[in-house]
Structure formats: C-alpha cells, structure tokens
C-alpha cells in the first residue's frame, strides 16, 4: 500500500447529529428543482429550453449557458415545470418541477465504455446531464468537454463536519463505480487518482477497482477536500488543467453507461444538531427536503443548509438538495443578542483558538448557530489561516492580492491550486470575520474574466 | 438560582433599553451622527445578534474583543506589580518602610491617572475617527491604551502622556487607516514620540522614580538610575542583583521591570494562541546571539556582562512579549516571524551596547523591524512564488 500523507493543520469542528447509519427510503417529493448558482461560472441568466407548463422526462434538458451550448442541465425527475424562481436583476434561482411520479426517462446510449471512443462518451455525458458532474481546477467549475485534463482526481472521504460517510453510501455500488472509472479513464490521459482515510481500512469500491492509484491520508479536516490531496500529490501548475469528481456522482456517471439513462438517486445524510433523528435517505438529486424533515426536525429558528455547514448553501425548509451535495444540515439560527458574549469563559462556545476555556474539553460536542459571533474589522490577527490550511499557500497574501484585483500576483500565489472549500475553515476561525470564500469566488470571476 | 433569574431581568430590562434608545442613533435617528459610538457600546454590552449571510454558517467564538481582553488579560500581572514596584522605589528613595498594601497604593494612585489619560484621548480620537469614516470603532486600541502606561516612566507629566497618545494614534496609525493599517506599532510610537519630542524629561536617572525629580526629602545617596543606565556608564558595581532585575524590584517604566511578571503574561499570550511563540522564542534568541558576540569581542566592560543578563535588564522581556508580538506590526508570514524576531533581539542587545546616548534599544530595535517586517514578508512570499514559478516550468 501506498505511504500515508499526514497532515497536521486543520480543525474537526465537533457538532452534534451525526448520522447514524441507517438507510430510510424517504417518500417521494412533490417537487423538485435544478438551481443554477449550484453552479459557479455559469451565467446567471441561462437559456431556457422549457417555458412553464412544460412536460419534462428525467434526463430531459432544462437550460444551457450560451457561452457553452453543449452542456445540458437535464432534469431529474418526470413531470412538469412549474415555476422559474428568479432573484435580482432577474437571475434564475431555481427551475422547478412538479413529479407524475412516474419516473419516465429519456434514453441516452448504454454501453461498455471500454469499447467506446472519447467523442461518443464526451456526448453521452454531455445530453444527459451527467457532465456538470465534472469539475476542473483552476477555479473549481464545470470541466470544459474540449479540455485533456492531466489527471483526473477523486476523494474517497468526506471530512467536514457531520459529513456523510461515503464508504457506507457507496457500499454495494461497487460495479457502477468502476463503470464510472472506466468513463473517466476514457477522458484523460493521465492518472485518476482516490485519495482515502487512512484512519480506516480502504473500502472495497476503492480497493477493489481497477485503473485507479489510491493515495492514504490521513488528518483533521480540511484533509478530505480534493483540492488539498491535489496539492499534496501533484500541485496544479499554471496552464494545465486537472478534472475532480465527487465519489458519489461517479456513480451516476457509470449507471448512464450501465442503464441508458439519467439516474438522479443518491443517499443523502440529514445531520445537525436541530435533527431528531439524524439518518441516511434514499432520495434524489434536487428533491425537496421537505418529506426528509417531516417530524424530524426540532422546534425553533432554524438554518436549513443543503451540504455542511461551513462551504453548504442556505435553502428554506421546503428547499431543494444542491446538484452536489450528499448531506443536509439542520442547526439552529443564532440571531439573539448575548449579553457580554465575548467576556465569558465560554464552556458552551467552540473556537479553533485556545481563548475559550471550552478547549479543555476536546472531546465534547457542540450545538453551534449562525451567529456572526462578532463585528467585521480589518485583517488584524495572523496566522490563524495558516493552521487551517494544509495546503502550500500563503492564503491571507492571496486574498490581498484578490481584494486589489492583481491578477499577476493572484496566480503567483497559487490562485490555481484553490477552490471556496478549501478555504472555509479559514472564513470559520478569522476573528476579522472576513468574508473568505466569496472574496476568492471573485478572484475566480475576475481571473476568468480577463484570461477570457 | 434567585440570583440567577435577577440577573436575566436586569439583562432583559438593559436589552430593553437599548432597543429603546437604538431607533434614535440609526439613520434618520436625531443622533444618528453617533451611531458609531453607540454601536461601539451597544457590541460590548452584547454580542450582536447578526447571523451570518453567506460563506460558511456557524464562525469561531473568537471575535476581536475576545482577542484584545486575553492580551490586556495577559499585561495585567506586569500592571499590578508595576504599582506596587512605584510605591515601594518611592519608599525606598524617601527611606520609609511600608506595607505591600501602603507602595501598591502609592503606585495605584500614580499610575491610574496615566491609564486614564491614555484611554480617554486614544479612545476618544479612535470614537472620533470611525464616527468621520463610518465604520465600527476597533478594538485595537484597547490593548495600546493599556501599553503605553506601562511603558513610560512613572513621574511622566500626564499633558505628555496626551500629546504622546494623540500622535501615536493619528500620525501612527489613522493617517495609515486605523487598526489593521498601521505600520508601526502605536504604543512603542507613543513611547519613541516622548523620547524624542521632550528628551530631558524622558532621560536621565531622576525620572524613573515618583518624586525624584522634584527631590524632596530624597535619602542621601539614593541614586534611581536604571540598570542599563548604570551598566551603559561603566557602573557595574551599582548593578542590582540578578534576582532583583528578575523580580522587578528596580527603577524602569511602570511595567517593564519585573521579568516574573511579564512571563505570567507570556504564558497567557502563548497558551490562548493569540500572541506569536515565534516571535517570542526567536527575539530571545536574537539577544543572546547578540549578547554571545559581545562576550566573544568585549572590549568594555558592557560588552563582558553575561549575554542572558540583556534579556531581564530594561524593556527587552516586555518587549518580546508585547511589543514585537503585535500581529499588525510584525511579520505576518510563519516563516517571516522567525526572522523578524531573531533580528529584532539582536539589533536590540546592539543598540543598547553600542549605542551610548541611549541605552534603551529594544523600542527602537522594534520600530525599526515593524518598518522591515513588509519587506521580509516580501521575501518570505517570494521564495513561494519561485518555487511555484519553477515547477510550472518543469
């Protein structure tokens, strides 16, 4: 087996409502959407290929950037469309759709991918829908189809907090998996590399599967970001591109080869402590959460959030699961006031610093809301990034570089090797409360504005 | 638990309050020209109850006046013995015997005014500043407020002690864009302001001790030099002994002289994380290098004295710990604060040695590194850019 990469800096934010491993088939929803600032880079007005009152078949197009025609956004269920959320300057925010229940789907050619070519696999991805599923660094966004990635990588774990694990949702999926492998070996010349837990034994679905080369890692989150095993096995130099996936969703990439069709299911973690009964579901991509949260979800104010905590985006609880996440989070809202919060000795509060007597208790598990916790200020303290960051960037350079908009510098500093993820824990520890991952998502749209 | 549930209604009834008062300092409000200033006492009061929009959900408890009050936290210790060390010179110079209560109280009553002053007028100036630009006032200022007292001597005139703090604020850091923007470090500004502007108030051996200047009813002989004063002249035989420059029990600003109690403060500022080990470690360091060379090439009896005597001598224990760990002014790269540190303590034990018209080094070896720091940071990034630069090539 191959040497384990340890890795020192990081933060396990400890929360409560992990999920027990129990699957739960989850009712079917009503609706379902597919939400395009799911999406970073794409314009924020795609074209429509629908109008409201259309019937859509799962796997059926629904909107397409026209700067990139060729990437479809399909749907995931059939039925009918019944709204276009939009919000300012008439941005699309969510395409709804009403399910027949009646799971019709287009079908999309099936085959050995072996025997395939790369042109008939680049356009089987593209038509379904499945190709969005495919993400290129820099700047973490839908892969371009005409680009040849040099290499391809894959985490095999989820590190942030109360995430899914995914040797339990992937358990069983194994032939699919290497379907899915087998597709994107087609689409690269070089390696697809899995990065895997070395805390526990490698599953069988990494283990087991060919054309792949595993790398062992072991450490606090952020270890488990994609981003952060690229830099520790082979660093995105600038001008080449590398593609990730997300384990689960190479699933779905080989189920359309196996079967034909657009195959939106996935288990999905309800975690967070405002969560009953924190469990797996069966449910499917862009589903409601509604039937998930029936019963399950404790009184008050809550933040519903479709992924984590730190890098998940807020939704209402009637929201939709994100087009990439495996987990929905349930914390409570923290807009009260607290009176001398920050004097306190602070057993109940949680913080990557040692300044709260709470870090005598290293062990213990937190109930933690959306507070601020605190004003903006400038950049004051240093080094607190550092220690989340494992990672060989000078992150609080590149933001600086990002906020006076120096391109040059921007790409010296590694702008590149980075996606928000990577650097949320950053955004959770600053005591400047500074706004980390939109600041890089800028950088990201500045940097592709001008390299054009 | 009665006492608990009075407690929840005075909170309730004071949040009341504010929600009844804050309408007026919002825009539109009559006094919404102060909202800053009420903002600035309404977050003390509470937390705010501000969630957050967007980026990651929940953030650390850590906020920026958690940050401050563990370093105030930390120079508390060095306060308290500095007021009692006032009393007990004071008693000393006058030949009387007092209690540990009677010299603390002499030095609470000398040294208050002068934190009060340093407050009001930085504070004040701070208020002021984010009122004019809008912003929320920052908490940098607590901490500096809470320095500069304890960096100057004892029988300072308070007006000084104002003008000083005025210009370390604005010139030193508002004109640079307040807290975060300042490039040198605003208490060791106040200190080096007052050095320079009224040198013949700043030097000598008469003003290290309260009343000394004036020279009543001072016991014969009584000399209130310092020890680097008696050690840069060639009076070694006036030296205190170690233990006592460890204790503190000798003439020096308010807060430098006792090395115990600048330690407890180092030991608060490591363990919360809030304060560089780095900084720490690598400016001692710096010291003895500096000290061993000396030792190595002595051609005077200054140059001969132990290396590690330095670092319990002066401002230099006080300075490594609070003065060349101030996040804004040091380096801000990791690798960066090993080497602003090292140089920091060397240049410090240099000045001193080398420089006879002021054997205080350590302010402005610091100042002198706060100007550096950008341009080692600079270099400390720069490696990382050529090795990604090179790899790209490859």
Known sequence: MPKVIRIKKGLDIKLKGKPERIIIQAEPSEFYAVKPPDFPGLSPLPKLS?????????????????????????????????????????????????????????????????????????????????????????????????????????????????????????????????????????????????????????????????????????????????????????????????????????????????????NPTRLVALTGSEVKNPRYYRTKLGASVKPLLKDNVKEGNNRYISGNVLTGSKISKEGYIGFYDSQVTVIPEGDSYEFLGWALPGLKKFSGSRTFFSFLLPNKKYTLHTNLQGGRRAFVLTGQYEKVLPMDIYPLQLLKAILVEDIDLMENLGIYEVAEEDFALCEYVCTSKTEVQSILRNGFELMLKELG | MNQEADNQNIMKSLRKFVDKIKPHFSKGGKLAKLHSTFEAFESFLFVPNRVTTKGAHIRDALDMKRAMSVVVAAAVPALLFGM??????????????????????????????????????????????????????????????????????????????????????????????????????????????????????????????????????????????????????????????????????IPGSVGETSVIAILIGAVILVATGIGSWKIMFSMTAGGLVMGLLFNAFAVNSFMEIPAWHHLIMGGFAFGAVFMATDPVTAAQTEHGKWIYGFLAGFLAVLIRVINPAYPEGVMLAILLMNVFAPLIDHYVVEANIRKRVRRAKN
Request: overall charge negative; proline content about 6%.
């Open chain 1, 50 to 262: 629908v109008i409201i009152g259309s019937e859509v078949k799962t796997g059926s197009p629904l909107f397409y950037d026209k700067n990139k025609p060729d990437i479809l956004f399909t749907s995931p269920v059939s039925g009918k469309v019944v709204a276009v959320n939009r919000g300012e300057r008439r941005r699309i925010l969510e395409v709804v759709i009403e399910s027949d229940n009646k799971n019709e789907a287009v079908t999309f050619q099936k085959g050995d991918p072996k025997t395939m070519n790369r042109e008939e696999i680049v356009n089987n991805l593209l038509k379904s829908g499945v190709w969005p599923f495919i993400r290129q660094r820099p700047f973490h966004i839908i892969a371009d189809p005409n680009d040849d990635p040099r290499a391809i990588f894959i985490s095999g774990f989820d590190s942030a907090p109360l995430a899914p694990d995914l040797d339990f949702l992937l358990n069983g999926e194994e032939a699919s998996f290497q379907t899915g492998i087998d597709v994107l070996s087609q689409l690269t010349a070089g390696k697809i590399h899995i990065g895997v837990n070395a805390v526990f034994p490698t599953a069988k679905v990494f283990s087991k599967t060919d054309g792949v080369e595993l790398h062992k890692f072991r450490g606090p989150h952020p270890t488990g970001n994609v981003g952060v095993q690229i830099n520790h096995i082979d660093p995105v130099k600038k001008g080449e591109k590398v593609w990730t996936v997300n384990a689960q969703d190479v699933i779905v990439i080989g189920k359309l080869f196996e079967k034909g069709v657009f």
């Open chain 2, 84 to 249: 009692w060390n006032t009393g007990y010179q004071y008693n000393l110079s006058i030949g009387m015997e007092a209690t540990i209560w009677e010299n603390f109280v002499i030095g609470f009553l000398k040294v208050l005014p002068i934190i009060v002053v340093s407050y009001v007028v930085g504070l004040g100036i701070e208020f002021a500043v984010a009122q004019i630009r809008g912003h929320e006032v920052n908490e940098g200022f607590l901490v500096s407020g809470f320095l500069i007292p304890l960096v100057v001597p004892v029988d300072v005139p308070l007006w000084m002690v104002a003008v000083a703090t005025a210009f370390s604020v604005i010139i030193g850091k508002e004109v640079f864009g307040g807290t975060g923007m300042n490039i040198l470090n605003p208490a060791l500004t106040a200190r080096a302001f007052l050095f320079f502007a009224y040198p013949a108030w700043m030097s000598g051996d008469t003003v290290w001790i309260h009343g000394l200047k004036s020279g009543e009813g001072i016991i014969d002989g009584f000399s209130g030099a310092t020890p680097l004063a008696n050690a840069a002249a060639g009076l070694f035989e006036n030296l205190p002994s170690t233990w006592e420059m460890v204790l503190g029990t």
